[in-house]
């Protein structure tokens, strides 16, 4: 007994060993800044000045009561519930439509990809002049068919719908390819017991076979496109400002223009803490119910 | 309950054929099985008549009726997969219940839950029970109906995949190798369970095996199906007995068929591996042939009387019995002769002993085309 415990004590100084590199890394560039943050948001610190001062919980309260947070959450709130079933939806519509093309499968998967491998500032800029009110070629398009053009980002109305319509392009491409794994993991045979079995349409196929067994994919597609919905950043950055009137200020941008144009640096800090929980807490809950897939047979 | 006719089916996948003018008849109420080595083309077959591959050219007829045109669905064969295809996310139950509520509800009664709760739903719904019960408690799974797959053991899936074929009453159950996944102790019992099932049923079952064992213990008729064609179809002795190809008779049976290489000449002499004699069987043709004979019709000699005489390379025990493999001067292959306890109990390995052939189990074949050259006496018992 004390034998195999000895060795198993020393396996697990080896294991400790060999990891160390790794927990160092971790420790230095994702726990450190972590708790550094969590210590800044309990200052009133500004960027530049030589002093730093206590300031409790000051700045949370500062936060509770400043309706511009209470703004930006509710934009990141709305963005995040129109993003995630739209690019959820549409990705996976894309990925059974594709499935079901013979020879253009691999052009229409490296289409809808591309604007995840691409920089995402550019593209912003690029759809800024899509969506330019006189110019951009969508309201060109209105225009020809004699309709009065949108103001996509000028209107406090439409300017968040716009930026969503951003976000559900980005997101798409890369939703359709995590689906195209999961339905390629599907086995025939389900398929064809279904056939036998009476299921004729397509609608029989999917209710039977292929949605019950895209469950576990369709749930960690939901939860990384929340996590990356959350994110929003570049369009508020590049294109709106948070303009107008505040519409398109999501909690990304607020941190950074709290941090980096009004360097209050205690009050961003607090606004990541908050930042950072919503994002744990949806890591949470995939972790959670995530990882009891099924076994598929 | 249906026969099933299949008529010159030929296919081929990206130019490759898998099936050359393949006719069948599986009579009504018959155990037929097709058996081949793997890519043989016995599944895609199987799959061709259940409609889930569509033939090149040719036709199936399921009771009669063309069913070319016909959906899987419409075809009314239940089929039992390899893998067994159970849905993972419903349990028992509604596993079975699932071909029933795919048949007979409408789309909105299917798709909907709460439209279950209609009357006439609930009417069928309590068919339904009535039939997955009866026919669980037959397969002896009642206690399992609200487990999911995920739960239950390969047995227990495989019985599973049985009930959901057997609830819907089908004109013909098409069975795709259902018993590879199981372990062999289980492959037994469930063999003889199948078994049980078609003579209580008496419907009509096709069974896809490469297992010659499965197929000889299990069928009315086996089919033999090599390079996209019939070879034989016959009753299990027929096939094991009367082989009407070489490929037949290498196939079927274990321990393998023994097969010589030799030359006939016109007097009925044969000259096997370099000796020549007396063969005592009125020669079907002269030539090079192919002589073949099961390890059980002949015996061990005398190594001083003997024509042929070899070393005992191997024994095998098998309990009951004991198989000797002798080794011959000029054949590359051991010859395997199947001897009773008794007498082989005193042989030893590198003995040298005398191989006696029993002329009239002889089966010879051609030696190009490996078709089977019957002498006279066993195409009058052949017929």
Known sequence: MTALSAQKRAEARIGLVLASPAILLLVLLVVLPVLATAGFSLTDYRLGTQTIGFAGLDNYGTLWNDPRFWQSVGNTALY??????????LGLGAALLIEGRGWLRPFYRVAYFLPVASTFI????????????????????????GLPGINFFGNAQTALFSMAAIGIWELTGFNMVLFMAGLAAIPRDLYDACAVDGGESGWDRFRMVTWPMLGPTTFFVAIITMIRAVRVFEVAAVITQGRPEGATEVLL????????????????????????????????????????????? | MASITVSDISKAFSGQPILRDVSLDIRDGEFLSLVGPSGCGKSTLLRIIAGLEEQDHGS??????????????????????????????????DNMAAPLRQRSLTQFQRGFGLARLLPKARRKEAEFRREIEATATMLGISGLLQRKPAQLSGGQRQRVALGRAIVRHPKAFLMDEPLSNLDAKLRDTVRAEISALHRRLGATFLYVTHDQAEAMTMSDRIAIIMEGQVLQIGAPSDVYHDPADLRVARFIGSPRINVLAGEIDGSGRAVLLGRAFDLDIAPPAHGKVQLAFRPHDAGLCNADTAQLVGTISHIENLGSDILIHLALPGSEEPVIIRESHETAIHRRLGDSVGLKLDSKKLLVFDETTGKRLRTPAQTETAS
């Open chain 1, 253 to 297: 941008y607020s941190i950074y223009v709290q941090a980096f144009q009004y360097f209050n640096i205690g009050y961003a800090a607090a606004l990541i803490v908050v930042f950072l929980v919503v994002t744990a807490l949806i890591a949470l809950v995939q972790a959670r119910f995530g990882g009891g897939r099924e076994a598929s047979r």
């Open chain 1, 122 to 145: 550019a593209m912003a800029i690029v759809w800024e002049f899509l969506m330019n009110p006189s110019v951009g070629l969508f309201n060109q398009i209105l225009f020809a068919l």
């Open chain 1, 80 to 89: 995040t519930l129109i993003v995630v079933p739209g690019s959820v939806g």
């Open chain 2, 60 to 93: 199936v007829e399921i009771g009669g009726r063309s069913v070319d045109a016909e959906r899987p669905g419409r075809r009314d064969v239940a089929m039992v997969f390899q893998s067994y295809a159970l849905y993972p996310h419903l349990s028992v139950y």
